[in-house]
C-alpha cells in the first residue's frame, strides 16, 4: 500500500529555534499533502494543504509565516516551524492520497516537537 | 464547512461485549474515513466508506454510512484488549479536498 515515510519522529529544540520536518511518499506521487497538528488527548487539527509547485493553503488562524511550508517535488513536502516557542510543542502529523489506486490517506508517523 | 460530532468520546467496554461508535456530520460529505489511533502513534486506516449504504468489515469492526441520516457507525463485535485505541472518524467536503475530524472514541477493553 501507500507509504508515507516523515522524519524526524522527535525533536527538542531550545526557544527561538527553527525546526524542519520532512514528509515523503515513497511509493507514488503526492501533487497534495496535509499537515496537522495534535496536541495531547485532542483531536487532529489541520494545520495547512502543502501544493506542489504553488503555494500552500493555510486554515484560519495558522501563521503562514511562523509554518513555513514547501512542497519541491511530487513525494517531498517540509514544514518548518520558525522561532519556535514552547507553546508551538506538539505532535505533528502529515498525510497524503495516492490518487492513482484509489486509497484513502495514508498518515506519516509523526514528529514530536518540544519546545524547551 | 463540514463538522463531525462522535460519540461517545469515551468507552469502556469488557471482552466479548459489542458496542456501536456514532460519527454525525453536518453536510454533504464526499467520503467518510475511519482511523485508528495507538497512544504516541500516528494515524492508521481501517475503512474507506464512498456511498450511501456502504458496509466494510475487518475482523472484528464493521463501518457504515448512511448518507442520507449523514451517520457513519462503528462496530465492535465481541471485544479485544487489542482494540483498545482512540478512533476518529474523518468526513471530507465536496471538492474541498480536505478531511475534517472528529473529536476522537478512546476505547479501553477491560479483561
Known amino acids: 500500500g501507500a507509504v508515507v515515510s516523515q522524519h524526524p519522529s522527535w525533536v527538542i529544540c531550545k526557544s527561538g529555534t527553527s525546526v524542519k520536518i520532512e514528509c515523503r511518499s515513497l511509493?507514488?506521487?503526492?501533487?497534495?499533502m496535509f499537515w496537522y497538528r495534535q496536541f495531547p488527548k485532542q483531536s487532529l487539527m489541520l494545520m495547512a494543504t502543502s501544493n506542489e509547485g504553488s503555494k500552500a493553503t493555510y486554515e484560519q488562524g495558522v501563521e503562514k509565516d511562523k509554518f513555513l511550508i514547501n512542497h519541491a517535488s511530487l513525494t517531498l513536502s517540509t514544514l518548518t516551524v520558525t522561532s519556535a516557542h514552547p507553546e508551538d510543542s506538539s505532535f505533528y502529523i502529515c498525510?497524503?492520497?495516492?490518487?492513482?489506486?484509489?486509497?484513502?490517506?495514508?498518515f506519516g508517523s509523526g514528529t514530536r516537537l518540544t519546545v524547551v | 464547512e463540514l463538522k463531525v460530532e462522535q460519540n461517545p468520546l469515551f468507552l469502556s467496554m469488557q471482552e466479548g461485549k459489542n458496542y456501536t461508535i456514532y460519527c454525525n456530520y453536518s453536510?454533504?460529505?464526499?467520503?467518510l474515513y475511519w482511523y485508528r489511533q495507538d497512544p504516541g502513534k500516528s494515524l492508521e486506516s481501517l475503512f474507506v466508506l464512498l456511498s450511501n449504504g456502504a458496509v466494510k468489515q475487518e475482523g472484528r469492526l464493521m463501518a457504515s454510512l448512511d448518507t442520507k441520516a449523514r451517520l457513519s457507525t462503528l462496530h465492535i463485535t465481541a471485544a479485544v484488549h487489542d482494540l483498545s485505541a482512540t478512533y476518529f472518524c474523518?468526513?471530507?467536503?465536496?471538492?474541498?479536498?480536505?478531511?475534517?475530524f472528529g473529536d476522537g472514541t478512546t476505547l479501553t477493553v477491560k479483561p
Open positions: 511509493d507514488f506521487q503526492a501533487t497534495t
Open positions: 453536510t454533504t460529505s464526499d467520503r
Open positions: 474523518a468526513g471530507e467536503e465536496t471538492n474541498a479536498g480536505k478531511s475534517t
Open positions: 498525510s497524503a492520497r495516492d490518487t492513482d489506486r484509489g486509497l484513502g490517506y495514508t
